[in-house]
């Protein structure tokens, strides 16, 4: 038997896991622990449609991984099931996850997603987004009917396009006359409607509804739940499931970063060929989990960011890891957009973007006098050599592309 087969059978023959899909974050479970409070708030604002009325415009906000989307998706479920009770069709519920490049990258593309799940056709390209709009228009018209469409992390499509489509989605009704629409938009940031247009916050903003970070202990009730489901019976050793919800506690209540925890944890544990998961397995996933978190970080920024950290990214690997400054930075960012014919931000803007990148630990700065000429910053890239590579693989397709 050779190296490979001993690995595939060891496999085959013992698993920690039971069900894995149940801590994988597309796993959509029976019961949500505390949040009924938020899902029957979401369930008062919403129910008028059942009567065919149109509802108000409803904004979730909450940090990561606080049950936003599962709560409202499991509303929506609940809303079509009954309208099917009553045995009517005038409801129609469509989610799109506004962070999904390919569906949300711009107005036109969520517009034909849009008319693409309710049963229309649009070319992905090549059409005025004002015909895409009348497309749209003609198709929910057809009938009297209330659509309830949620735009997920509305927060980073506004941050590709601008918060000009999401006041034109809201005007719409305006150029209906059997259709209404309502917009549920989720975001986990919690600040997004302080930055958006007051025209635009009025309107999407009808109902505001907020969603807390879990405590440790309720961290504990959900990863409990779901190892029941997930584990062999007796693999998790005491211990792990608290250490995983303070882990994620300290991350804002993280539902989702505590499951991906123990997920990993065990999968960790299994290729290792250990029969239990341990707390180092968690120590372990831990950190894993936060090398994976700052490439998904660089993927999801917006292109000027990109391009920013494209420029950082050379300058770093021609001087072999010597210190770099603002100007550099500037003036290495100009050549790449002019290479890949981007726009070119002032270098005031292209600060705030370096300011943000040493919030999130891509790189440290830090202001130095250069006597006469004023003062800079010294940069230095915080990206551990393997993570400089794959992140200088995602920037590039994403410039390049």
Do not use: W
Not at 103 to 127: H, K, Q, W
Not at 138 to 155: A, F, G, P, S
Not at 256 to 277: F, M, S, T
């Amino acid at each position: 038997m050779d190296k490979l087969d001993h690995i595939f059978n060891s496999f085959v023959s013992t698993t920690l896991f039971r069900n894995k899909a149940v801590l994988q974050s597309n796993y959509s479970p029976d019961t949500i622990p505390h949040r009924d409070d938020q899902i029957a708030s979401v369930a008062a604002i919403l129910a008028p449609a059942l009567r065919g009325e149109r509802v108000s415009n409803l904004f979730v906000y909450g940090k990561t991984g606080t049950g936003k989307t599962l709560s409202v998706q499991r509303v929506g479920q609940r809303l079509l099931a009954k309208v099917a009770e009553l045995g009517n069709d005038h409801l129609r519920f469509v989610y799109i996850n506004c962070k999904l490049k390919k569906v949300a990258d711009t107005e036109y593309r969520i517009l034909a997603e849009l008319i693409n799940i309710l049963g229309g056709s649009v070319p992905s390209t090549g059409l005025p987004t004002d015909t895409v709009y009348v497309k749209f228009v003609e198709l929910i018209d057809k009938r009297k009917q209330t659509l309830l469409i949620v735009l997920d992390e509305i927060d980073q499509a506004v941050k590709k396009i601008s918060d000009n489509f999401i006041y034109n989605f809201t005007r719409l009704n305006t150029e209906l006359n059997h259709a209404q629409i309502s917009i549920i938009g989720i975001s986990n940031d919690v600040t997004f409607m302080d930055h958006l247009d007051p025209r635009v916050r009025s309107s999407l903003g009808e109902e505001e509804l907020v969603f807390p970070p879990y405590n440790a202990i309720q961290l504990q009730d959900i990863l409990r739940e779901r190892a029941g489901h997930a584990f062999q019976k007796g693999v998790v050793e005491e211990g792990v499931i608290a250490k995983c919800a303070a882990f994620a506690a300290r991350e804002h209540g993280d539902a989702r970063r505590a499951l991906d925890l123990l997920r990993v944890a065990g999968e960790i544990a299994e290729r290792e060929g250990n029969k239990n998961i341990g707390i180092s397995h968690i120590d372990i996933a831990n950190q894993k989990i936060e090398r994976d978190k700052m490439l998904d970080i660089i993927e999801s920024e917006p292109k000027q960011f990109q391009l920013v950290l494209s420029a950082i990214l050379s300058l770093h690997e021609r001087q072999h890891g010597k210190s770099i400054y603002t100007g550099d930075v500037y003036s290495a960012y100009n050549l790449i957009c002019e290479k890949t014919k981007n726009d070119v931000l002032t270098q005031r803007r292209v600060s705030d973007i370096l300011a943000e990148f040493d919030m999130l630990g891509i790189i440290n700065t830090r202001v130095i006098s250069k006597g006469r000429q004023g003062r800079t910053r010294d940069i230095r890239l915080m990206l551990a050599p393997p993570l400089q590579t794959k992140a200088k693989e995602i920037v590039e397709k994403a410039i390049y592309s």
